[in-house]
């Protein structure tokens, strides 16, 4: 077992007293399974997840969704328990549970009282061997998925954008297609397919369990060792490596369906951690789309909404941590009496804006006291601290990395972030997605198509 | 035993059942007359203030919108500080303002590091943004466009239009009919005077609650809450709300453009005093209230495949809310889930739950509770929901008791004393209505 005090938290080292700094140990199962452990002793209280690493940018093409299906079959029973008999058990301890899915992982999650911990690590091991897939429990549980679909995507207008800019940005990337799948692979999935994603997926040797809350280590690890010790380990398939061609100029597409307000997203290939020309690019990235909008006082609050007064809301967002490379996306409504087209002139000015010009040292220093106060607010919740941990060790990069990216945050400069700007968010690596509002009166078919993201079970 | 979290784990068997302590919880008024709720937490150096007043949309009068108008001109610029300098100041020291509204109440909410530094400059920004927003007239104007287009952009949901459409039916001409975000005509003739007058009526001393909870002690507590309300004038409570309406029920149905039909099934429900409060809570976790387990879940999601979310509650507020239960499926099954959540209400009515159902929903309720307040962010919006209920400081701590004692018997009376299924509103809105 490696126990590490978290010495290079430094600058937050600072602000918090040792009492509440959070101990973190890691240790592995004979089976391969990784185990972390956050000790955070406000309350007598714990959250366990497990995490896969499978999602749906594991799927190839017509069984796309195959992740998210499976997630929500996990729940149906093994052959200890029956149906819903797991959701039964944690409610009946004070529990709460539920799992998520994305393009990179699936985690199934219990906030429960200390005490009731063990329980459900017996449960979690159980179902990670023992699933059964009843055709007639997937009958009925694939028709819900297709409602969440409609739910989430078919009905709701920015969702469809949004899996249109996806399908539409990436050429190769598996990150096109949707997290809960296309209509038509989901009416076309059977159990059988689920069965053998399961026996490819579903292993020690491929999960990690992370255990948050009022827990010593050592009890932890008994506990690991105890429930999923035993369980045999699966071949896990090495994925082919994946490849996005270079993107050679713009791509754009519009999405017309009925709605009241027109809509725009704009996308940048931009690397990620891990994977990129150079270390610090993702966080100059960081920077710049914290320099655009960290809130009100940011560029586009500041210019966009305030200013020219263009746009009723715009927004910045950049994920740093993910399988393979994403986009650095731009998006926003524009205001009554402004296009679209407005808009997004004015989106492109800001990223011209940060091209040809360096940031205010000021800006780069409120981006990083608001990380820095960041880290001592997302103490305060024990999912967001094993969610951390969980998403990156299933990234296969490194827990530790949450406790030294204000360091690298504090290192960059303003170059810095004007070459990420020069480099990546330039027009032939732009994709642009518009939602053009139909009549909202006027029936209009409902093709299939559409978002992914989280989804509850 | 131990402590934790500034709260005592007392786990007593008593002939009623399990008592758990909850965060202690402390309560005194500001000079001024707030009512302060204050619990110490001592682990993060942060601290977390919400200050809430009797001023949501229930006292919009005549203009639908008027309440989250006025709560969303808070942080646009108070005091000396226009809309961006009161950004900047808060942010470039990384502290969070927030600001909301509902039926019952309007708040903001301010997160802080508790440097000294840092924690005096949020302070003396709170009490401007409570006490002296500027209501510029470009600020105005913005945000009435943003309120505009967010309606526009709700009302692209179908769930959201049928649930607009079940209050209107059930509240008739009760201020509860109209939903938070108002319409468009009422957004387009609010004035700033309109916005001046709800503020200096509503955001008052005598109508507002203090919450505070973080890493600081008592006495700094009470120049917290000195300081944030520092600028508010006394003035005076706000009235009491009419009861609400009896009204019958109905089917109503409308189209939208959508591939799923939504159902919002319900009639009045109970207040935050009722005395059948823990029967109706309880008895619902079973019907429909728990998260993955529930009886409308295991009839309309797993038996039938019908539909994703599906579930029920109520919604106490300080005169009766509504009871309701909500799923959404494809057009063509509408019917047949609307007929499933009928049958389904109508069983539980008649029979009751069982006293294993009852016994789960409880043990998940108790055993749950230390879950519901193990961080500063869940404390705080319950200590100011206590607060602004008037419940008594040992609410939580008298919580779990208070479950443990519902049995079948009472779930079964007061469902059937309150909730009748012919009394029952159905608004049904998606493809053909």
Do not use: C
């Not at chain 1, 796309?64 to 996990?74: K, Q, V, Y």
């Not at chain 1, 301890?93 to 690590?121: C, K, M, P, Q, W």
């Not at chain 1, 045999?232 to 050679?248: C, D, G, N, V, Y």
Request: no cysteine; charged share 20%; aromatic share 8%.
């Amino acid at each position: 077992m490696v126990t590490v005090s978290p010495k290079s938290l430094l600058l937050t080292l600072l602000l918090v007293p040792l009492a509440a700094l959070a101990q973190v140990s890691e240790f592995e199962l004979s089976n391969g399974m990784k185990v972390v452990v956050k000790e955070d002793h406000r309350a007598p209280v714990v959250v366990s997840q497990v995490w896969y690493k499978v999602g749906s940018s594991y799927e190839p093409e017509g069984i796309t969704g195959i992740s998210h299906a499976l997630e929500h079959m996990m729940f149906k029973g093994t052959e200890r328990f029956g149906a819903g008999e797991f959701s039964r058990v944690i409610s009946a301890l004070g529990g709460s549970e539920n799992a998520f899915t994305s393009r990179d992982y699936t985690a199934y999650f219990e906030t429960i009282a200390v005490e009731h911990l063990e329980r459900a690590l017996e449960l979690e091991a159980d179902r990670m061997r023992n699933l059964i897939l009843d055709p007639a429990e997937f009958a009925k549980e694939i028709a819900v998925v297709r409602e969440e679909r409609r739910l989430r995507t078919e009905d709701k207008p920015t969702g469809k954008v949004y899996e249109q800019f996806n399908a539409v940005a990436w050429r190769a990337s598996p990150y096109r297609n949707p997290v809960i799948g296309w209509m038509n692979d989901l009416e076309h999935m059977t159990a059988d397919d689920l069965a053998a994603w399961y026996r490819r997926w579903y292993a020690p040797n491929n999960a990690t369990l992370v255990v948050a809350g009022d827990v010593q280590p050592e009890a932890v690890r008994d506990m690991a060792e105890r429930h999923f010790g035993d369980l045999s380990t699966s071949r896990i398939p090495a994925l082919k490596p994946p490849a996005e061609p270079q993107q050679a100029g713009e791509t754009r597409v519009q999405v017309r369906v009925p709605a009241r307000q027109p809509y725009l997203m704009m996308g940048y290939k931009t690397p990620i951690v891990g994977q990129s020309k150079e270390p610090w690019e993702p966080y100059a990235l960081y920077v710049l789309s914290s320099v655009l909008d960290g809130g009100e006082s940011a560029r586009f609050s500041r210019d966009l909404v305030r200013g020219s007064g263009i746009a009723a809301s715009a927004g910045a967002d950049y994920d740093s941590y993910s399988r393979l490379p994403g986009m650095f996306v731009l998006s926003g409504t524009p205001t009554d009496g402004h296009t679209v087209a407005e808009l997004e002139q004015a989106l492109r000015q800001a990223v011209a804006q940060v091209r040809d010009e360096l940031i205010d040292p000021a800006e780069l220093k409120r981006v990083v006291t608001q990380a820095v106060a960041n880290k001592v607010y997302e103490a305060d919740s024990l999912f967001n601290q094993a969610t951390e941990i969980g998403v990156l060790e299933t990234l296969g990069l490194d827990w530790r990395l949450s406790t030294t990216e204000i360091d690298s945050l504090k290192a960059v400069t303003p170059e810095q972030v004007r070459t990420v700007a020069q480099r990546y968010l330039v027009d032939d690596n732009l994709t642009v997605a518009t939602l053009v509002p139909l009549p909202m009166d006027q029936q209009q078919p409902r093709a299939a198509s559409s978002a992914g993201g989280r989804h509850g079970s | 035993m131990a402590v934790k979290h500034g709260w005592v784990l007392l786990v007593l068997l008593l002939a009623g059942g399990l008592v758990q302590a909850g965060p202690s919880v402390e309560s005194w008024h500001t000079s001024r007359g707030a009512k302060v709720m204050f619990v110490h937490a001592p682990e993060l150096p942060m601290v977390d203030v919400r200050v809430v007043v009797d001023g949501g949309s229930a006292r919009d009068g005549g203009l639908p919108g008027l309440s989250r108008f006025t709560n969303a001109m808070l942080s646009e610029g108070a005091g000396e500080w226009d809309a961006g300098a009161m950004a900047l100041r808060l942010e470039e020291r990384g502290i969070q303002l927030g600001s909301g509204s509902l039926r019952d109440m309007a708040w903001i909410s301010v997160r802080s590091l508790t440097d000294a530094d840092v924690l005096a400059v949020a302070l003396e920004s709170a009490q401007a943004v409570l006490a002296s927003p500027r209501f510029d007239q470009d600020a105005v104007e913005r945000v009435r466009q943003q309120l505009q287009i967010g309606l526009r952009h709700s009302l692209q949901s179908p769930g959201t239009v049928a649930a607009r459409r079940f209050y209107r039916t059930l509240y008739a001409d009760h201020p509860y009919a109209h939903d938070p975000d108002g319409d468009d005509a009422s957004l387009s003739k609010i004035t700033v005077d309109d916005l001046q007058r709800f503020h200096r009526r509503y955001y008052v001393a005598e109508n507002a609650i203090v919450a505070i909870v973080g890493a600081v002690d008592r006495k700094t507590a009470e120049s917290i809450a000195e300081q944030v309300t520092g600028g508010l004038a006394a003035g005076q409570h706000a009235p009491p709300l009419p009861p609400v309406p009896t009204v019958s029920g109905g089917e109503l149905h409308e189209a939208f453009p959508s591939s799923q039909t939504h159902i919002y099934v319900g009639q009045s429900g109970m207040s935050r005093h009722d005395p059948d409060y823990f029967a109706l809570y309880v008895g619902n976790h079973v019907l429909g209230g728990g998260s993955l387990v529930s009886t409308l879940g295991e009839e309309v999601r797993n038996k039938r495949g019908l539909s994703y979310s599906v579930y029920s509650y109520f919604s106490p507020m300080r005169v009766d809310g509504p009871f309701l239960m909500v799923a959404q499926t494809k057009n063509d099954q509408a019917e047949q889930a609307l007929k499933v959540m009928r049958d389904t209400l109508e069983r539980f009515v008649e029979d009751g739950p069982s006293e294993d159902e009852l016994e789960a929903a409880k043990q998940n309720l108790i055993g749950g509770f230390p879950l519901r307040v193990s961080s500063n962010a869940q404390i705080v919006e319950y200590i100011a929901m206590m607060g602004f209920y008037d419940y008594p400081l040992d609410w939580l701590d008298t919580l779990t008791g208070k479950l443990a004692a519902v049995d079948v018997a009472q779930v079964r009376d007061a469902f059937r004393r309150r909730i009748s299924a012919p009394a029952g509103i159905a608004v049904i809105v998606g493809g053909n209505g």
